[in-house]
Nanobody, 122 residues
Framework: QVQLVESGGGLVQAGGSLRLSCAASGRTFSSYAMGWFRQAPGKERDFVAAISWSAGSTYYTDSVKGRFTISRGDAMNTMYLQMNSLKPEDTAVYYC???????????????WGQGTQVTVSS
């Protein structure tokens, strides 16, 4: 059974940092693209960042460029999102996702985690 589990969310003041982790199990994800999405209350689930199966390519939404860094662990079954200079508008539930192809749209991902809450206070 494929499972993605996020961790690392929490409450942080504006300007602070958090590191989210996503642990994948149930299959080998070394050939899968992985991504982070976020959903604020009353809003759609939005793309945040993605990383190719080889970790050779990374993609970010404009609002997080220069502040967030996506990476994969050596075993390729883990993924991280280092979030620096956090802003109140980054407050959302953050989800990790995986798929053979991936992309910037949530519809392009087959596997999803349950989400982890990130709250940034002003």
């Amino acid at each position: 059974q494929v499972q993605l589990v996020e961790s690392g969310g929490g409450l942080v003041q504006a300007g602070g940092s958090l590191r989210l982790s996503c642990a994948a199990s149930g299959r080998t994800f070394s050939s899968y693209a992985m991504g982070w999405f976020r959903q604020a209350p009353g809003k759609e689930r939005d793309f945040v960042a993605a990383i190719s199966w080889s970790a050779g390519s990374t993609y970010y939404t404009d609002s997080v460029k220069g502040r967030f860094t996506i990476s994969r662990g050596d075993a390729m079954n883990t993924m991280y999102l280092q979030m620096n200079s956090l802003k109140p508008e980054d407050t959302a539930v953050y989800y990790c996702a995986a798929d053979l192809v991936g992309g910037r749209r949530s519809s392009e991902y087959k596997y999803w985690g349950q989400g982890t809450q990130v709250t940034v206070s002003s």
